[in-house]
DNA sequence: CGCAGTCTTGAGCCGTCTCAATCCATGTGG
DNA sequence: CCACATGGATTGAGACGGCTCAAGACTGCG
């Protein structure tokens, strides 16, 4: 895919996009806030393995969502920002831990309510549909970055793609930290470090500090995601 | 992927994955073939970009679905077996082509009638969202392959996750080329040959011929695959 | 000021990709 | 029945790039 897809999540109220969280956010309107909720930097809203009680939603902060392999590894499976969802995708238990990168405000309704509801609220039966359909696209898509081959590549298509859902400005706010990305792309930590410092002494990014960048050359960043 | 913050329970890579497809298949006893249906090994069910008019429930034979990517290498994204939907998980148009890699006997329902019907048929519109669920889940299994490191890794995944697929029994009849398997991990045609070819002189698995394997020591593909 | 965590950078190793040749199974035509 | 063509699969040699090991720099905080 030649692109990514543009995000599901939208920063603004919704548009007649195919797979439209409208009627998820309306729901989502009057409920209440998560217990726990600002959450702390590195607190967890949920644990892999946890049974699935509840879906949030995030109003403000960034959220990592990730695995704990048998070896050890963790994988990250995705960074989340405010009007994600979280927990619509899960079977029975959770299968990734969600942890706070930021101070995080969500909301939380009951997944059994959810489901209750969607037994007779037919347009929210077919929102679920939809957001799980837009989580799978969003998989889909994570696969075919840790498909790339060069670390190049991934790193040029995680900024461009982290970039434009933080709205497509040329600066960004990075939430998480090397290691985080580095799990994400599957890739080590220091590979992502050089990665950053070659796009910034090629002038295509600049690095005003680790946890912001400026994308320079749009064009050739797209570019070296081929 | 390096050490862990804090490892806070075993990690547990598989879960028993809730696949309630009974709804679905309840709604396509009663549907027609496939248009088209018998298809012929290499045959297209759908290309991507096409628009998404039918959902497809595969009675028998083998079907991969991959995208082409910008750079012109090919991303296989899945396998799928008889019993299995295609088109559920789609978006407006089809982000995969799905190829016949036998011949195929598949069922076809058009998506807007299912569509139509889920909005007075709950059961139907919670079967699919579980089944969209379930795309996810498969599809976030799939990252976590890419993500591994190791070709040996990647390998014994695909065949332990197909061979419990096919149903756990010791033989596995291949369906796809080593392209295809490669496409689908990541890897080179080169590389997977070799894996495997070392696989058997380590005396892990028995290739009878290119396409038929034989899986002598579970154990350990299940230790390697980690 | 020192500590701890994060990030950067260097040197060398190892595994996968690339390029290339060969093998094998199948099918076709003489 | 065999020679040949074809496409998939295997295998080898070498290059390249990311991982490992290791050291040092930077930041925030007590």
Redesign the pocket.
Known sequence: MTALRKPTFAPMPCEPRPSCDCELSRVFQTAPAAPHSPFSPGQALFRQGDPVRQVFRIQSGAVVSYSLLSDGRRQVTGFHLPGGFLGLEAGVSHATTAEALTTVEAQALDRSDLALRATTDNALARALWQASVGAFQRSEDHALILAR?????RVAAFLLDFNERLGGGDVMDLP?????I?DYL????????????QL?SDGVIE?K???HVRLLRRTRLEWMRA
């Open positions: 081959q060069g670390a190049t590549e998480m930290t090397r290691q985080d580095a599957g890739l080590t930590i220091h590979t992502v470090s050089r990665t950053l410092s910034q690095a500090s680790t946890r």
